[in-house]
């Protein structure tokens, strides 16, 4: 196997598997998005163990070095797989419990090793947004003629409450739910940022904001928050970081954005008065998400090992009461215990220090970074298959990138 076709899996997974969720909307049974998922995962570790043994001699070299992020991300991934233990022994979960979350939040981290080893950088983010552009484009052509199959899909799949057109059209939710849709829309943001910042400002602003628009049009008040994030974010880095572009064209964005604020208020009043009321509601609903988060972390079988990957999961329904629906680092905590709290602590310290300092070739991955964990604070979203993934190679390419600046200096 030529080691160009090696990370193909790795490389395609977001075309591959959110052209399998449009396809269930043929029928949901035939087509499982998340069996398919789960087999694609198991080719890309099947490619990474090819690539391993044909490059042992370099894996060797970087043992021998121990990088530190390359150290605490194994240890970070070896905990989550052996938690399994405590899963099933300490917490009396039934194995599927826990193999489920393996392949959705476990064997996902591998896409830490496509970062940190591919060469075809541009391949993952080109492939990543145009993937989720068009199930965005999608999403908004569903959005508007409602069909009744698809209304009766997002039913099926717990996504609206009723199946009528009203109540599917209060968020965009494309073929993955609202949850991804804007997650995936702000991650994909920063994908178009690569090639924005790459080509010095020549390509990738129209996509960014389409996915902006998608964001907002996923109406998930973290999702929105990051889109607003990210592109403070960007402006930052564009005008007054990287020098890309002379700062006249700061003050004429900031018109434009300014006549389209007010023009949008004047315009469409009611819709802009929903989008605000969901924004400043995040704080109370965080609030009321914390309750489930103290009653699960007073009840950890060990404070130090965590009740195990899945205990707390929505797979964990009906084998305890302590379940944290919403909120990602909470759960994190509960089932990883302070020991592999602080392994994933250090993980973020350590390859955001690396990231900042190397801010030119990482800022679109950094970004990643605090999106999904500024994300991660009133949703579960490091237990999704479709969100990891990037996640992770972001990690990953932040450390290649800092291992390349190290040997060029």
Known sequence: ???KAMFLAGEWYYPAILLVYVLSLISLDLIHPGVFSAVFMLIFWASLAVFAVNKRDMIKDIFKKAPAVDVIMCLWLLYNIL?????????????????GELFTTALPMGFYFLGRFSEKRDTFHRNFVLAVAAIGILGIVLYITAPQFYINYLFRLEYVSLPDAPTMRVRMHSVIGSTLMGFLSAAAMLSAAHFFIESEGKKGKIIFFFCAFLAFFSNQRAAMVAAIVIVLYMNYLVFFTFDMLPKKYFAVECSILAAGFFGLLILFR????????????????IGQRSDQWVGAANNMFSKWLGNGLGANGHRAIGYTKHLIADGGLAKLYVEMGIIGTSLFVFLMLLVLKKGFKNLKASAPEVGVIIVTLLISIGSNMMSFALA???????????????????IDS
């Not at 938690?83 to 193999?99: E, N």
């Not at 990037?390 to 390349?404: D, H, L, N, P, S």
């Open 388 to 406: 990891v993934p990037v996640f992770y190679y972001a990690i990953g390419a932040i450390a290649k990138e800092a291992e390349r600046g190290e």
């Open 83 to 99: 938690s399994g233990i405590w899963t099933v022994l300490g917490s009396k979960m039934p194995v599927s419990v826990y193999l």
């Open 1 to 3: 196997m030529k080691e």
């Open 270 to 285: 009611g819709a802009f008065a929903k989008v605000y009321a969901r924004l400043v509601s995040l704080p109370g609903a």
